[in-house]
């Protein structure tokens, strides 16, 4: 289908048609005949403009990645399931945090859910090794019974009962990825074909001469003292007596009564003092926000709200990222972010720190035409995002205790929080 006039109808509605040529042309990739992805990209427009973005805060960089990975990571794309998508080294400050944590008290070992883990359980495992003496559990509704890798690498994961959960190229380019997802059961019957090859093939890994390989009860390999996984969501494990449930970009696929069950579920999984803390991030904890509820007398009472400051202008899409135009976390987001970017002497200044970090580092510099630009397209991920956590780190230096002065000023008790973040005190949900 040709674009219909969805992408003008965007950029007039929500930021006056300013928007550069170069954002309009990578956000145009997006497939138009899906409304899932139409309704996405318009929501999380609307929540920029809420938090007070303007044009020329959004990077080609950004419409690139809108128009190109967006509509892989929608439940659409999966027959309605959450893509157990995760990054190693994601949720490395929110492990400091557990360290520091105001509310645990010092302390070097504890009881941890993390909820929604993904699969591999990249970050369950860094949780693991940054708190050696923790009990750390991982469990989420996609972790698979069987993983099967094709020849080149690419894989599949399958449940028990036989459908595929998801798949990954060997390289993440557009290209490997449109392959991979133009027909979802032909992928999932090519990959079905290889593991047949194994035939009744019990637990373990095994590979075939030519470089195939099928993983049973993969998430085994995971397992150690102090770590295990188990299949199952919210209201599903069967877990008790935790001090610590992390559940990290899950909940903005849920609706807002989802999150409410959620809430009382946490509740009666955690010990009394325990904490949950909820939200999202994107790599090495950047894009980062959530809230952080405390058992107490049996509830869950809300404490902070905290969010990283590279969300004012951010580099990635991950802050306004939500499946539902009332997601608590994004909604309290673009509230601070708004707060902050009408404070004129603290955007003026926010501007001058990271418009300085982004030519030094060279990712997505302004431009000659006012605009930020993208990253060199063959710039290694790992690298990129490494960088773009240095600059994130710097600008929370740089401006926390002025974000701080301003939030208190628009009558927020704030502060610094023990991984660099702002923090908002909280005495009840917020609407
Ligand atoms: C984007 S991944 C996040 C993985 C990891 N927590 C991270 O932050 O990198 C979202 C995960 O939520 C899981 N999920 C979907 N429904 C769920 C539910 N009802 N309860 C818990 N997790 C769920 C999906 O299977 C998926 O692995």
């Known amino acids: 289908m040709p674009d219909d006039g969805f992408i003008d109808g965007i950029n007039r509605d929500f930021f006056g048609g300013g928007l550069s040529p170069a954002f309009l042309e990578g956000i145009r990739q997006f497939p138009t005949e899906r409304s899932d992805v139409r309704a996405l990209i318009e929501r999380m427009c609307d929540f920029a403009s809420q938090a007070g973005l303007r044009a020329d805060d959004l990077s080609a960089l950004q419409g690139d990645v809108l128009g190109t990975l967006m509509a892989r990571i929608l439940p659409g794309a999966w027959q309605g399931r959450v893509p157990p998508i995760t990054l190693k080294g994601r949720h490395e400050k929110l492990d400091r945090l557990l360290q520091l944590n105001r509310y645990l008290g010092e302390r070097t070992s504890g009881r941890m859910l993390d ?55 060997f390289a993440p380019t557009v290209e490997n990825w449109n392959a991979l997802l133009a027909d979802v059961e032909a992928t999932a019957a090519r990959f079905r074909d290889i593991r047949s090859r194994f035939g009744g093939a019990g637990p373990g890994r095994h590979e075939a001469p030519d470089g195939s390989r099928l993983f049973i009860e993969p ?9 295990t996984f188990s299949i199952g969501g919210i209201g599903q494990v069967d877990v008790t007596s935790m001090d610590v449930v992390r559940c990290f970009n899950v909940l903005y696929y849920f609706d807002h009564d989802f999150r409410q069950r959620a809430l009382e579920w946490f509740a009666s999984i955690l010990v009394d003092g325990g904490i949950l803390i909820v939200g999202g991030d994107w790599a090495f904890t950047t894009e980062c926000r959530y809230f952080l509820y405390r058992k107490e007398e049996g509830m869950m009472r809300p404490r902070e709200f905290t969010f990283s400051l590279d969300n004012v202008v951010p580099f990635g ?115």
Do not use: K
Request: charged residues 25%; glycine residues 12%.
């Open 317 to 431: 899409v991950v802050p306004f990222f939500a499946l539902h135009p009332r997601d608590r976390g994004t909604t309290m987001l673009a509230r601070m972010v708004r707060t902050l970017r009408d404070d004129e002497a603290f955007l003026a200044r926010y501007y001058d720190v990271a418009d300085g970090l982004r030519n030094r580092y060279g990712i997505c510099p302004r431009g000659e035409d006012g605009y930020y630009g993208t990253v060199a397209s063959d710039a290694d991920p790992g690298e990129l995002w490494g960088r773009v956590r240095d600059i994130a780190d710097t600008i929370g230096r740089e401006m926390g205790e002025e974000a701080v002065d301003v939030l208190e000023r628009s009558g927020q008790r704030a502060w610094i929080n023990e991984i660099g973040m702002v923090s908002v005190a909280l005495d009840a949900d917020p609407a």
């Open 219 to 227: 998430q085994a390999a995971y397992e150690r003292d102090g770590l």
């Open 115 to 169: 909820l929604g883990c993904g699969f591999p359980p990249e970050t369950t495992v860094d949780t693991a090794d940054a708190l050696p003496g923790w009990t750390i559990h991982g469990a989420d509704p996609s972790i698979p019974t069987a993983m099967v890798h094709d020849p080149e690498g690419s894989y599949a994961t399958f449940g028990a009962d036989g459908q595929m959960i998801y798949c990954q190229p």
